[in-house]
């Protein structure tokens, strides 16, 4: 997970954290995730739907599985905020760029 972290680290420190999630966004919701830019932190959610009956009271579940935050012209990335199987997903669709 160390070298896909990384990579991530790497391929969101060459522009900006709004390009980043511009590349990113389209790619991730295609997996059942949504990422959110605010500020100077960009935040990738597994979304999930949870109880209801026959689709009445049904939840949105939103479980955070990336955090970055841009300082200056660096992007660091919190262990304790990086899914691992999330990770794994993001890294391989970069690979595919």
Not at 11 to 23: D, I, N, R
Not at 72 to 86: C, K, L, T
Request: hydrophobic share 35%.
């Amino acid at each position: 997970m160390e070298d896909e972290l990384r990579k991530i680290r790497n391929w969101a420190s060459h522009g900006t954290l709004k390009q980043f999630y511009a590349e990113i966004a389209a790619k991730v919701s295609k997996e059942g995730y949504v990422t959110e830019l605010e500020g100077n932190t960009l935040t990738c959610y597994r979304v999930r739907k949870e109880g209801g009956f026959l689709g009445i009271g049904k939840r949105t579940i939103k479980e955070p599985v990336l955090k970055a935050v841009q300082e200056g012209n660096e992007v660091r990335i919190p262990d304790e905020s990086a899914d691992p199987e999330f990770i794994h997903v993001l890294a391989g669709l970069l690979k595919q760029h």
